[in-house]
T-cell receptor, first 113, second 110 residues
Framework: KQEVTQIPAALSVPEGENLVLNCSFTDSAIYNLQWFRQDPGKGLTSLLL?????REQTSGRLNASLDKSSGRSTLYIAASQPGDSATYLCAVEKETSGSRLTFGEGTQLTVNP | DAGVTQSPTHLIKTRGQQVTLRCSPKSGHDTVSWYQQALGQGPQFIFQYYEEEERQRGNFPDRFSGHQFPNYSSELNVNALLLGDSALYLC?????????FGPGTRLTVL
């Protein structure tokens, strides 16, 4: 059974700091990994999707890496801003799961002005 | 493109009642998945519909059922509501590998 763990559970940083969020998964037979952002009480916004054959993806100040063999992914946020405050979730799609996602419990990020 | 839409936004029910939640997928998407997200937790997969059939199901009791219509929109039905069914219910649509989520329906069971 696929399990996804995110560390840390919560993170508070001053504005402008670079930061790294971690995601690990137990079954390396994944099809892809997605990082999402969730604002309080809202739905999920897709940030980055990394296919299993890829090592990383970048969008603006965000960079996500994937090490499939070790079951790890990181989300790097450069020059953090108060508007980045949200919960960040990673989710993996197993190779045979037909787009069923397994989520971690998220990292709650607070960026202080 | 309106993206994935869900209705209603909020819903309050009492134990034992039945509820129906609705989802309209992103234009061109033919697959709809439903997730339950309890407070402080990550979303949990309920089931997925494709071509009007339930294609796969997570670890949820039969009180949770669904339907997909020819226009790909979908409904989630929950019977005999329990206090523990209180959660944010998320719908996701896809065509291929990337999933797009709606804003969710907040269900409160009293």
């Amino acid at each position: 059974k696929q399990e996804v763990t995110q560390i840390p559970a919560a993170l508070s940083v001053p504005e402008g700091e670079n930061l790294v969020l971690n995601c690990s998964f137990t079954d390396s037979a994944i099809y892809n990994l997605q990082w999402f952002r969730q604002d309080p009480g809202k739905g999920l916004t897709s940030l980055l999707l990394i296919q299993s054959s890829q090592r990383e993806q970048t969008s603006g100040r965000l960079n996500a890496s994937l090490d499939k063999s070790s079951g790890r992914s990181t989300l790097y946020i450069a020059a953090s801003q108060p508007g980045d405050s949200a919960t960040y979730l990673c989710a993996v799609e197993k190779e045979t799961s037909g787009s069923r996602l397994t989520f971690g419990e998220g990292t709650q990020l607070t960026v202080n002005p | 493109d309106a993206g994935v839409t869900q209705s209603p936004t909020h819903l309050i029910k009492t134990r034992g009642q039945q509820v129906t939640l609705r989802c309209s997928p992103k234009s061109g998407h033919d697959t709809v998945s439903w997730y339950q997200q309890a407070l402080g937790q990550g979303p949990q997969f309920i089931f997925q519909y494709y071509e009007e059939e339930e294609r796969q199901r997570g670890n949820f009791p039969d009180r949770f059922s669904g339907h997909q219509f020819p226009n790909y929109s979908s409904e989630l039905n929950v019977n005999a509501l329990l206090l523990g069914d209180s959660a944010l219910y998320l719908c996701a649509s896809s065509f291929g590998y990337e999933q797009f989520f709606g804003p969710g329906t907040r269900l409160t069971v009293l």
